[in-house]
């Protein structure tokens, strides 16, 4: 039996429902016998902690909150190590989603601090004042196994943020990011492993869009055009890295937290 240690950063945000969420997929997991590890859940907020982990997620809520407190804390480099370096498996949700991306727009120069991690540039606050919040069925091929497709999954989206660009793979800072008006970059860092340095190449892949405008549009009789058919992109991995704009640890449905338990089970499966 293999002992699991997954942290949740607790700074700031909704750290709790997190916490709680994936005790409940990790008990399920076990008593369905879908997993024969001992797992454990661990809030962090000092480096010592961080050290602890096998894997982490860090919450929604503000992400320069959360980047302030990490830097005062000295957790900001820990951190980047822990996923860039170490490569070990990392869930950002909505606030968590613009810490791990390696670029985010809509931020003051010096504002506040990324971790990386996700080759994407994001787009905070992307749906607005007026509709900051909104709830959405979304559907989630990757949840579906091979004989049973899933129900939609009930997205909440708070103030969140969209991937608005997928960045080409770059062992380092983005430069050409780096260049733009009101964009942060995250800091380089160079993996620490051959396995480490696969992970880190691993492209970006799409997991989940809203669906886009053109969709919406055509409910209203009107026609679509294919290329506007994207959407908004929410859910994305690379590697051992996976984000999402909305907050599954809110809705009680714990089919997302059960899915990357058991991806953190096969990484760590993986080393042994
Ligand atoms: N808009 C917030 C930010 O920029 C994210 C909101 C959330 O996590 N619900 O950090």
Redesign the pocket.
């Known amino acids: 039996m293999i002992k699991i240690t997954v942290g949740v950063l607790a700074l700031q ?2 750290f709790h429902e997190h916490v709680v969420l994936l005790k409940k997929a990790a008990a399920s997991l076990v008593s369905q016998q879908a997993s024969s590890s001992h797992w454990e859940f661990l809030e962090v907020r000092t480096p010592q902690e961080l050290e602890r982990c096998d894997a982490l997620v860090l ?8 980047s302030l407190v990490a830097a005062r804390s000295n957790l900001l480099d820990p951190l980047r190590d822990f996923v860039k370096v170490h490569r070990k498996p990392t869930w950002g ?6 810490l791990l991306a390696e670029s ?1 727009n ?2 003051k120069k010096g504002g ?1 601090e990324l971790i990386g991690g996700l080759d994407v540039r994001v787009n ?2 992307h749906f607005g004042r007026q509709t900051e919040s909104f709830q959405a069925p979304l559907e989630l091929p990757f949840l579906s196994t091979s004989d049973e497709s899933e129900s939609p999954f009930p997205a909440v ?5 969209v991937v608005e660009k997928i960045l080409p793979h770059q062992n380092g800072v983005q430069e050409g990011e780096a260049q733009r008006d009101e964009t942060v970059v995250a800091p380089s860092r160079q993996a620490e492993s051959e396995a480490a340095r696969k992970a880190m190449s691993t492209e970006v892949e799409v997991l989940a869009s809203l669906p886009g405008r053109a969709a919406r549009l055509a409910v209203n009789g009107n026609s679509i055009r294919a290329d506007e058919e994207t959407g908004d992109i929410v859910a994305v991995r690379q590697g051992n890295v996976f984000g999402t704009s909305f ?1 599954p640890e809110l809705t009680g449905d714990e089919r997302i937290h059960s899915w990357w338990l058991r991806q953190v089970e096969d990484s760590m499966k993986r080393l042994q």
């Not at 919450?59 to 959360?66: D, F, K, Q, R, V």
């Not at 949700?93 to 613009?98: Q, R």
């Open positions: 945000g909704a919450p929604g809520g503000e992400s320069t909150a959360i949700t909505c606030a968590g989603l613009i985010a809509r931020t506040q905070r606050n989206f708070i103030r969140a943020p907050h």
